[in-house]
């Protein structure tokens, strides 16, 4: 499996098949690529934010690619005129040999449109399995406890944790986390793409390493392969 950082939440996750998660790409200055340049199966979004949804339907439409939301977000990506495939907690997606589980976060999700915002459902995260091997994306989101089901139901090699706090968890949360998870690897995210979430992801690693968990930081576009 390999695990490309495209910056901020975004991922390319692939083993055969390829999955997109959170192409906020137009606008984030720490992106590699540009979003004409991104091939997938199948685009995964976590919630209505605009640093998530980024250019999802654009590329959904462009590249004749499905975009798997909660329900609600996927009804407003179809009357954009992409194809959304809607879900909901607990449910599994096979898609075309991607298993892709649909998990809670502890967030909001509305869709900024016209100065105030849509109601975008419920935020979440996905556990992403391919050939075998599973990610945990925990999308945006503060520590809750459920964290240690996700670890204990679908037992991710990797957890891919937003780490920049004010919005979601900060590093120290996102140990605490990791700890409850127990994956093999995290990779933090949502970091210091702007100043107020600004963060070192380093200040993981010792207390990680004690628990047998590798902390990887990645920069944008670089990958991880396991
Ligand atoms: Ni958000
Ligand atoms: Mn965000």
């Known amino acids: 499996m ?29 992106s590699p690529v540009k ?8 685009i995964a979004v976590t919630h ?16 004749n690619v499905p975009i798997v939301a909660i329900y609600e977000l996927a009804e407003y990506i179809n009357s954009k005129g992409a194809n959304g495939i809607g879900m909901n907690f607990g449910g599994t997606l096979d898609y075309k040999g991607i298993k892709i589980s649909m998990v809670p976060a502890l967030h909001s999700s509305g869709i900024s449109e016209s ?18 091997k599973r ?16 670890g204990e139901i679908y037992h991710p090699d990797v957890a891919l944790l937003p780490v920049g706090g004010l919005f979601t968890m900060d590093t120290k949360l ?18 210091s793409t702007w100043p107020p979430i600004k963060a070192n992801p380093e ?24």
Request: proline share 5%.
């Open 48 to 63: 209505g934010h605009g640093d998530h949804l980024g250019d999802a339907i654009f590329i959904g439409k462009r590249k």
């Open 2 to 30: 390999k695990i490309t950082w495209l910056g901020h939440s975004a991922f390319v996750i692939e083993d055969g098949k390829k999955v997109l998660v959170d192409p906020f790409i137009t606008g984030n200055d720490a």
């Open 174 to 191: 996102a140990t605490i986390a990791a700890k409850w998870i127990r994956p093999k690897f995290v990779i933090p995210m949502h970091y």
């Open 135 to 150: 990610v945990y994306h925990a999308g945006d989101t503060g520590l809750f406890g459920d964290m240690k089901l996700i």
């Open 203 to 226: 200040e993981m690693r010792e207390e990680l390493e004690k628990e047998g968990i590798k902390l990887l930081v990645l920069k944008p576009g670089e990958s991880f392969q396991f």
């Open 35 to 42: 979003p004409d340049d991104v091939k997938c199966d199948l």
């Open 115 to 132: 100065k105030f915002s849509h109601d975008g459902g419920l935020p979440a995260g996905f556990v992403i399995e391919l050939n075998g």
